[in-house]
């Protein structure tokens, strides 16, 4: 009874969080084993793993169906609340080649960018590739199109207002 007793309180006391092999500090000889009264591991299976491993940080196709690939058309405003420049991109002929040739002037603003348009993930890893050295999120921005009026990108927000 004893050793029951003993038994209920450490399992108690150790919760069901215990995961690493117990150490015996000391056996009386009628000390029973604690791993049947533990609760197992969940193991998971490998498709669940693989599956976990291919899951993306973010939804595909990316949209901004208030946007589209091409010249902005509205007058450029002040944008004082933007701590870092910001630049909306997407997997567009257009906007790879202007990320390209802007590359280097992003990098040395500090800005970040949107992807706001992508189909797939290899238009999503095309893009990422043009853009290294830069943080660039795949990612709606119909938001920023409401509140502007943007209805075009590629495009740079700064606090001094946009340009393209």
Same mark, same amino acid.
Not at 123 to 140: D, F, H, Q
Not at 155 to 164: D, N, R, T, V
């Given at each position: 009874? #004893?050793?029951?007793?003993?038994?209920? $309180?450490?399992?108690? $006391?150790?919760?069901?969080?215990? #995961?690493?092999?117990?150490?015996?500090?000391?056996?009386?000889?009628d000390?029973? !084993?604690?791993?049947?009264?533990?609760?197992? !591991?969940?193991?998971? &299976?490998?498709?669940?793993?693989?599956?976990?491993?291919?899951?993306? !940080?973010?939804?595909?196709p990316?949209?901004?169906?208030?946007?589209? !690939?091409?010249?902005?058309?509205?007058?450029?405003?002040?944008?004082?609340?933007?701590?870092?420049?910001?630049?909306?991109?997407?997997?567009?002929?257009?906007?790879?080649?202007?990320?390209?040739? +802007? +590359?280097?002037?992003?990098?040395?603003?500090?800005?970040?960018?949107?992807?706001? &348009?992508?189909?797939? +993930?290899q &238009?999503?890893?095309?893009?990422?590739?043009?853009?290294?050295?830069?943080?660039?999120?795949?990612?709606?921005a119909?938001?920023?199109?409401?509140?502007?009026?943007l209805t075009?990108?590629p495009?740079?927000?700064?606090? &001094?207002?946009?340009?393209?």
């Open positions: 009874m #004893r050793g029951l007793v003993g038994l209920l $309180c450490l399992l108690l $006391c150790l919760g069901a969080h215990a #995961r690493e092999p117990l150490t015996v500090i000391y056996d009386s000889v000390t029973l !084993p604690l791993e049947p009264y533990l609760p197992k !591991p969940v193991l998971q &299976e490998k498709s669940l793993i693989q599956k976990k491993k291919n899951q993306l !940080p973010f939804n595909l990316v949209t901004t169906p208030s946007m589209q !690939p091409g010249k902005a058309a509205v007058t450029p405003k002040a944008l004082p609340y933007l701590q870092r420049p910001l630049f909306l991109v997407g997997a567009d002929q257009v906007s790879k080649d202007w990320l390209v040739e +802007r +590359r280097e002037q992003l990098i040395h603003l500090g800005a970040v960018g949107l992807l706001v &348009e992508a189909k797939d +993930r &238009e999503v890893e095309s893009v990422l590739a043009i853009a290294e050295g830069l943080k660039l999120v795949p990612a709606s119909e938001g920023f199109a409401a509140k502007l009026g075009h990108y495009i740079l927000l700064s606090k &001094e207002g946009w340009e393209q």
